[in-house]
């Protein structure tokens, strides 16, 4: 009587599981064709390396690939645009103030800077996902004012045309970053100093190439990691990104491949954004802490580089907790630090907040002794909107309060995951855009208050903050590291 009974309860929840499937199948479709149609950029996928065909390659062959990508968009995508369908205010219109091959330099390409004279070091930098080169410029520029060759990756599916992510693998972007390291090394021998610099998924592919080295003698080893943002660990539902694509596989509901669909008016940053963007950025970061959890106890884990990382308390693309506790809970004692840009904390913010956010920096780090340095830049405790950093160094229990020359600005209640790599005047991005840049539009300076349901994009978008203001305390920080300075000039 037990067997039958079994069966018909797994019966019934198999039914259940079914129409439930279905169910959710079907609102999918309802929800994906409300949306606007699809267009040329998010239909046409350019043909970038394979994996082996990258782990083959040389820098000037990795050139003429991506110059065949790019030569590719426009005669697949920007060519066969009807002007009187497309607005233009859209940077795959040749005649668009924001068609990025008009700008003196286009950042959507890779790029080498080379200093004068014979490099001190070299760099690669990372950027991250739907992004380009374009966000780690300033950075890059920092490195080459310090004598560093610097090296700035356009990742494969990124820069060209939203579609590229419909048909991108993390494996691909990892093997890009290989060939990245190989060019470094080819160009600026050991023992010349070495360093990655990794944005938001750049940060994953930074870490996951450093761990790959510690087992493979072929892999150049870098001597530091710098991390912005880094997408160590993403939101779970990302895990099952994937079944929001299912029914895709019919042409009719193509729409259901994505999980944004936007006016593209950013010149170097996508902003559809499909759903193999976000399994893919599951898979990296499995991969990565599955990597972590199995070197645990391993002594290889002791040669890996210091990291400095920098994360703001509040952001809503990755996860500030993974950083801390599936990262830096694993790290030997090797000089590593993190930096946390706290919330504004005096401002009259309280009955708007999220609870959660106010009070979830008390417990993101676990109580010192630390193998790593902290530095917490708060307002709390102030009672003004000039910022202090809380230090504690590696190995203490004890911390330290240091007044910054730094101060929130107001009406700003947090950083946010985009805002820390530019600096206030990005010529893009920034709150204040320098005068000699012109990209076709100031994104940092959208100010557009109205009625809901006017916009093409939701105002939560336009409200989001691009630039950092702080940005001259992480670029200090950065500097101590390639000058090995002692004191940054912002500490008092």
Do not use: C
């Not at 990756?153 to 693998?169: E, K, W």
């Not at 898979?283 to 040669?303: E, I, K, S």
């Not at 946390?340 to 109580?367: K, Y």
């Amino acid at each position: 009587m037990i067997a039958p009974a079994l069966s018909q309860l797994l019966k019934r929840g198999a039914l259940t599981l079914g129409v439930s499937i279905l169910v959710l199948l079907a609102w999918r479709i309802y929800d994906t064709e409300r949306g606007p149609a699809l267009q040329p950029w998010h239909l046409r996928v350019p043909h970038e390396l394979s994996v082996e065909q990258l782990d083959n390659a040389d820098w000037s062959t990795w050139l003429k690939a991506e110059d065949q990508v790019f030569a590719e968009v426009k005669r697949e995508v920007t060519d066969t645009l009807d002007p009187a369908q497309v607005p233009p205010f859209n940077r795959y219109r040749a005649d668009s103030r924001v068609y990025p091959p008009r700008f003196a330099t286009d950042w959507n390409r890779s790029y080498l800077l080379r200093p004068p004279g014979t490099p001190r070091g070299v760099v690669v930098l990372l950027h991250g996902l739907t992004d380009s080169p374009y966000s780690l410029r300033h950075i890059a520029q920092r490195y080459l004012e310090h004598g560093y060759l610097a090296i700035g990756l356009r990742l494969p599916g990124h820069g060209t045309v939203p579609a590229g992510l419909t048909d991108a693998h993390w494996q691909e972007w990892l093997a890009a970053t290989r060939l990245a390291l190989r060019t470094a090394r080819a160009e600026v021998p050991a023992p010349a100093p070495l360093h990655i610099v990794g944005y938001s998924n750049g940060g994953a592919l930074a870490v996951k190439y450093a761990l790959d080295a510690l087992s493979d003698a072929q892999l150049p080893e870098a001597q530091r990691l710098v991390l912005i943002s880094p997408m160590i660990g993403v939101a779970q539902s990302a895990r099952f990104a994937g079944l929001a694509g299912w029914p895709a596989v019919f042409p009719a509901f193509s729409k259901a491949a994505w999980l944004n669909l936007r006016p593209e008016y950013n010149p170097f940053k996508y902003n559809s954004f499909p759903v193999n963007g976000a399994r893919q950025s599951w898979l990296l970061t499995d991969a990565l802490q599955r990597q972590l959890q199995a070197l645990v106890g391993d002594p290889r884990l002791t040669r890996l580089p210091p990291i400095l990382s920098f994360q703001s308390l509040a952001d809503a693309t990755v996860s500030t907790p993974a950083l801390v506790s599936g990262l830096y809970r694993q790290l030997p004692a090797n000089g590593s630090e993190l930096v946390i840009f706290d919330l504004n904390r005096v401002q009259d913010f309280e009955g708007l907040l999220d609870p959660a956010s106010v009070t979830s920096l008390a417990n993101l780090l676990p109580a010192p002794p630390r193998n790593y340095a902290t530095q917490v830049l708060t307002n709390e405790g102030t009672g003004t909107a000039r910022l202090e950093a809380v230090s504690t160094a590696a190995l203490s229990l004890d911390s330290r309060r240091l007044p910054l020359e730094l101060t929130y600005p107001p009406g700003v209640f947090s950083l946010s995951h985009v805002a820390l790599p530019f600096p206030s005047d990005d010529g893009l991005y920034g709150t204040q855009p320098a005068a000699n840049e012109d990209f076709g539009v100031h994104l940092g300076t959208v100010a557009a208050r109205g009625e809901r349901g006017v916009l093409v994009v939701p105002m939560d978008e336009l409200m989001r903050l691009t630039s950092n203001p702080f940005y001259s305390y992480l670029i200090q920080r950065i500097d101590m590291d390639i000058d090995k300075a002692t004191v940054p000039s912002l500490i008092h």
